[in-house]
């Protein structure tokens, strides 16, 4: 499960998805109380894993930390991502000892160039790096960075990819740039070129042959039996994949639900319907009343169906509203009785 605890943020990325910063849902945010009484009651689901995302969730550090008490002693494994400028040396121990485990930080470029004028902040390259340095210090078991390939960085993601071995990062994830909120704003400057994809995906492709490793292989570059620091690993990620697989072959069982910063229950970030609010019901209901199959319902089909490319994300109708921008869809999974109630094997499933 993913929580925006904020849609805050100190940052204005000009690629940054969800408006985060600016869009409608942050005058509606949670209090303090109902993300902990949310808390509680995921607490008893005994979620496999649970990510705190944003906006910039180490703006509501004391409440991230009493959060992840709760879920780190149901069981759960907690994890963060976040753009780095906020983390101190004790801010982590606090954050691990609260049961966080797992971090992401967000690294667009191997220097303060172009790393700062796609995150529009003087300083915030250092920071994200030294925060990286951070985490690993006092003990995160995975430090993970995402890299957001733009028509300025694209060239430097071997040499951003080289930079977070030496810093000791677990897992380094490069997806395309979503042409969703700022991204779509600021599309015409940051946009890769269909042949810059090309040759990123490539540079992946080779990427994966000289770094990564089986178990037990030797090491091409320093011909030793690699170590997990050496073994980091590589994932070009597609976002749409979520939007064909989970209305078709796993409809029936969804995984995964995310949960707004104003409560509203989300099918897909990058969809414009929300099909429950834990104002109006505990989540717990909702998995109660067939939550798993909220990928059944006809009109999430039809807007997952209208996405098979980034490209597709970015179009404008008006008889849709345009995500992260306006009002969602406001379905109601019980109110609306949207799945004739709860079976056995929406029970399983969650
Ligand atoms: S991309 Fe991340 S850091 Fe940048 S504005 Fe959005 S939430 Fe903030």
New binding site residues.
């Given amino acids: 499960m993913s929580f925006d605890i904020t ?1 805050k ?5 000009l ?7 600016e869009n409608p849902v942050i005058a509606k945010e949670l209090t303090d109380d109902e993300v902990l009484e949310f808390a509680y009651d995921l607490a008893n689901l005994k979620l496999f894993n649970f990510c705190f995302c ?3 969730p180490f703006l509501r550090f004391e409440l991230m930390c009493k959060v992840a008490e709760i879920l780190s002693a149901s069981g759960s494994m907690v994890s963060f ?3 780095g ?1 906020l983390i101190t040396e004790e801010k982590a121990k606090k954050l691990l000892a609260s049961g966080v485990t797992r971090g992401q930080v ?1 690294l667009d470029g191997d220097n303060p160039v172009s790393y700062e004028r796609l ?1 529009g902040l003087e300083g915030s390259f250092e920071k994200a790096v030294n925060a990286i340095k951070i985490l690993k210090e006092v003990g995160f078991k995975e430090v993970d960075v995402a890299f ?1 390939p733009t028509s300025w960085n694209i060239n430097e993601v071997e040499s951003t990819f080289l930079l977070c071995k030496e810093l000791g990062v677990s897992g380094f994830r490069v997806q395309p740039l979503m042409l969703l909120g ?1 991204g779509k704003e600021n599309a015409e400057s940051i946009l890769p070129t269909p042949l810059q994809y090309r040759e990123l995906v490539k540079t992946i492709n080779l990427m994966k042959e000289k770094y990564m490793f089986e178990e037990g292989s030797t090491c091409a570059v320093c011909s030793l039996t690699p170590s997990a620091a050496h073994n980091m690993n590589i994932e070009w990620g597609d976002p749409v994949d979520h939007l064909i697989r989970f209305p078709t072959i796993v409809e029936h069982c969804s995984t995964f639900a995310g949960l707004k910063a104003d409560g509203s229950i989300q099918v897909s970030p990058y969809l414009p319907i929300t099909v429950g609010n834990i104002r109006r019901h505990k989540f717990s209901e909702y998995c109660d009343k067939g939550l798993a199959r909220m990928w059944e319902i006809p009109k999430v089909k039809e807007l997952a169906r209208r996405v098979v490319s980034v490209k597709d994300m970015g179009r404008s109708d008006k008889a849709i509203p345009t995500v992260w921008f306006d009002d969602d869809i406001d379905l109601d999974l019980i109110d609306d009785n949207l799945l004739g109630g709860a079976d056995e094997r929406s029970k399983t499933c969650v």
């Fill in positions: 849609n943020c100190n940052f204005r990325c690629h940054c998805y969800n408006r985060s910063g944003g906006g910039e991502v976040s753009n400028s967000s995150r957001c700022r």
